[in-house]
């Protein structure tokens, strides 16, 4: 089994918890791509689009600035909002009632929908 737990954390509440088999996360430094058995570190996560894959599906979520903890039990993602991408390109955010987090995961994603030359 080559999966890893995954645990997404905003201040609200506990975005997403299970086991993956690879994570891609956006960082100052660029993309940075998990799979299980990575080294243990701490680094900062940039405001951008976090790719998730499990067995069975391929996640998107637009995230906000955060921290990533990488140990032995897995990857920690702790970020100020988070909300899942549909096939469409549209975030669960945009189905619900506005709150602040979700205000802000939607301009990040309004951000990168001008930056690939996508229109609603």
Do not use: H, W
């Not at 956006?26 to 940039?46: E, H, M, N």
């Not at 637009?62 to 988070?82: E, N, P, R």
């Not at 390109?89 to 301009?107: C, L, M, S």
């Amino acid at each position: 089994m080559n999966t890893f737990l995954l645990k997404i954390v905003t201040p609200s509440s506990e975005f997403y918890t299970g086991e993956v088999n690879y994570l891609c996360i956006d960082t100052p430094d660029g993309k940075l791509g998990f799979l299980r058995g990575a080294i243990a570190r701490v680094g900062l996560i940039s405001r951008g689009v976090m790719e998730i894959s499990t067995s069975v599906l391929k996640m998107r979520a637009i995230c906000g600035d955060g921290i990533y903890k990488v140990d032995k039990d897995g990857v920690l993602i702790l970020v100020d909002s988070c909300a899942f991408e549909g096939d469409d390109g549209e975030t669960f955010a945009d189905r619900e009632d506005v709150n602040i987090d979700n205000a802000k995961v939607q301009i990040a994603s309004m951000f990168k929908k001008m930056k690939d030359g996508k229109s609603d």
